[in-house]
């Protein structure tokens, strides 16, 4: 099974900053990745599928990036409404859809 | 309104069965895989199941094989998730989500959730 691994597992960033999420598979999933961010209480909503194509709806200043093994989610501006977990998934090797393990963003 | 509504969730002694359900509604849900996935309490989330536009095919994640059946009545819109021979570790807030049309495999609709506690 492909492992997928997120960096950091929790952050705490101030509004207008430019935050950073990586997501490294175990193997080349070539662009077969997704990003999904989730609130307390709420289902996961997709942000960006295919590395970077930004699903509609999405704030531009959510951006995704990257291929093969390692990837990373871009906010280039945090807003309050961004405070919740982040979560990256492997859609090459189906049908295990591995998870990364998320990471907890914060507003400070 | 595109959406998926989970109902079926509750609470379970061990060993015992549950069947969720999860009703699509505002697209051709015969036109998509869908899947269940999960997340315990605090954790992370773990796909469980995925079957195929027309149920013909089914996979499992290893932790649920031979417990848990995936099932959907594309006349009824809906999909299932038969439960059987539950435990502890089944507890969590069960998914179910849709991939496919052009989305790379994306879940790109999901339901609200609803809850599986597994106590005795």
């Known amino acids: 099974d492909i492992q997928m691994t997120q960096s950091p597992s929790s952050l705490s960033a101030s509004v207008g900053d430019r935050v950073t999420i990586t997501c490294r598979a175990s193997?080349?999933?070539?662009?077969?990745l997704n990003w999904y961010q989730q609130k307390p209480g709420k289902a996961p909503k997709l942000l960006i599928y295919?590395?970077?194509s930004l699903q509609s709806g999405v704030p531009s200043r959510f951006s995704g990036s990257g291929s093969g093994t390692d990837f990373t989610l871009t906010i280039s501006s945090l807003q309050p409404e961004d405070s919740a977990t982040y979560y990256c998934q492997q859609s090459y090797s189906t049908p295990q859809y591995t998870f990364g393990q998320g990471t907890k963003l914060e507003i400070k | 309104q595109v959406q998926l509504v989970e109902s079926g969730g509750g609470v379970v002694q061990p060993g015992r069965s549950l069947r969720l359900s999860c009703a699509a509604s505002g697209f051709t849900f015969s036109s998509y895989g869908i899947h269940w996935v999960r997340q315990a309490p605090g954790k992370g989330l773990e796909w469980v199941a995925l079957?195929?536009?027309?149920?013909?095919?089914?996979y499992y994640a290893d932790s649920v094989k031979g417990r848990f059946t995936i099932s959907r009545d594309n006349s009824k819109n809906t999909l299932y998730l038969q439960m059987n021979s539950l435990r502890a570790e089944d507890t969590a807030v069960y998914y179910c989500a849709s991939s496919g049309g052009g989305y790379y495999g994306a879940f790109h609709i999901w339901g609200q959730g609803t809850m599986v506690t597994v106590s005795s």
């Open positions: 193997q080349s999933i070539s662009s077969y």
């Open positions: 295919a590395a970077s």
């Open positions: 079957i195929s536009f027309d149920g013909s095919k089914k």
